[in-house]
């Protein structure tokens, strides 16, 4: 009896290494799996986010009352009157709150005064808005 113990003892012993890793790697499949489920909806926001900045933008330039505004909010650096335009244009309270509002002028010599409106997301959600000249009348 003796020596069958020792030998089912020496069998176990010897597969019990091969189902250690069999079991650390089924772990680390679902972790990554988490881990793309987790950014799944981060990159649906950073889209919807990006969307919603290309159809301000554009609203925007269509409406020569909001499009001045927005200038004059990036010419004197405000942002609580650039976060009014964008409020009429698309984005929510929610999209802009905890939001980094950047507000930046030049980029161009030359050719029409431009608005353009870029969003990244998410920690920290920033919106940059650039006018594209240096040389503003407004």
Do not use: W
């Not at 998410?122 to 006018?131: A, M, Y």
Request: proline share 4%.
């Amino acid at each position: 009896m003796n020596l069958l113990s020792s030998i089912l003892l020496s069998i176990v012993a010897s597969l019990l290494p091969l189902a250690v890793p069999i079991t650390a790697r089924g772990e680390g499949s679902s972790g990554e799996q988490d881990a793309r489920s987790a950014d799944t909806p981060r990159t649906a926001d950073a889209a919807s986010l990006q969307k919603k900045a290309s159809e301000a933008q554009a609203r925007i330039r269509a409406n020569r009352d909001d499009r001045d505004q927005l200038m004059r909010a990036i010419k004197i650096n405000e942002v609580p009157l650039a976060k009014q335009v964008l409020l009429r244009n698309g984005f929510t309270a929610e999209d802009l709150e905890n939001a980094k509002i950047t507000l930046r002028t030049g980029g161009e010599k030359g050719g029409e005064d431009e608005i353009e409106i870029s969003a990244t997301c998410c920690d920290p959600k920033e919106i940059t808005i650039q006018r594209s000249l240096d040389y503003f009348t407004k």
